[in-house]
């Protein structure tokens, strides 16, 4: 019998419409990931049934467990699609897109909620000028600057935000990518200057005191980023800061 591939997808029209099951088989073929098998069907959009129907709809860019855009969950995981390989999964392999963010269609998600939040806490470095950084900006500690690496691996992919239990459409959590990122930009340098104002973001509703340190966002990090270790800092910030804006202003 002719080995394939089959795979079991959540399917979804449109944002209001009712999601539905559809299953497909292609040949198989050796190094084949997700990604692949999915680029195989928009070719081939044949299901089980022998119909021919719309092309599954998915997100993708980098294809290097970078970008973290084709973030979905594959055999009950969230994890990039890029980086799950056929020969390594358990058959039929089943892919649903993310429930955290809004489904756009199929298998791609919205996840402009995750990037607003990174906008909340203002997690970019600013320079001003024209300086030559390499020369002028404070040096780092070899520590530091291995932790600030780890941060730094983010791809805000949002496996994190996925199993987080306190993120979801009825809280106002920006959840966990956030503030590992509000940590690492507190810690920079220059990316400092702005650190108050990062923290009285935290400290409002939906910040730091709504995470229930469940920490499943540490287990399911494809980066393997110390989210908690960025939570644990970020409560010593903020109540350092808390006293600051009693008994300094």
Not at 110 to 124: C, T
Not at 187 to 203: C, V
Request: glycine letters at 6%.
């Amino acid at each position: 019998m002719e080995k394939t591939i089959h795979l079991r997808i959540k399917r979804q029209d449109g944002p209001a419409s009712s999601p539905y099951w559809e299953e497909f088989k292609l040949p198989y073929a050796p190094q084949h990931n997700v990604i692949s098998a999915l680029l195989y069907l928009r070719e081939h959009p044949i299901n089980l049934r022998g119909e021919r129907v719309a092309p599954v709809v998915w997100e993708s860019n980098c294809m290097e467990e970078v970008c973290g855009a084709c973030t979905m969950i594959v055999n009950g995981t969230p994890r990039q699609a890029c980086a799950a390989l056929v020969d390594d999964l358990a058959q039929p392999i089943v892919l649903e897109p993310l429930v955290k963010f809004p489904i756009v269609r199929d298998l791609h998600v919205d996840r402009q909620k995750m990037f607003d939040a990174l906008k909340k806490v203002k997690a970019w470095v600013p320079l001003d000028g024209s300086q030559d950084i390499h020369q002028h900006a404070p040096r780092i500690a070899p520590a530091d600057q291995a932790l600030r690496y780890a941060f730094s691996r983010c791809m805000t992919c949002g496996c994190c935000m996925e199993v987080c239990p306190q993120y979801h459409d009825a809280s106002a959590f920006i959840g966990p990518a956030p503030l590992g990122q509000t940590a690492l930009h507190n810690s920079h340098p220059t990316g400092g200057f702005f650190k108050e104002e990062r923290l009285h973001a935290l400290m409002e509703k939906g910040g730091l005191a709504d995470c229930g340190n469940a920490q499943n966002c540490v287990k399911v990090c494809p980066k393997d980023i110390p989210l908690t270790q960025a939570i644990g800092e970020l409560g010593r910030q903020a109540t350092i800061q808390w006293l600051r804006d009693i008994f300094v202003k």
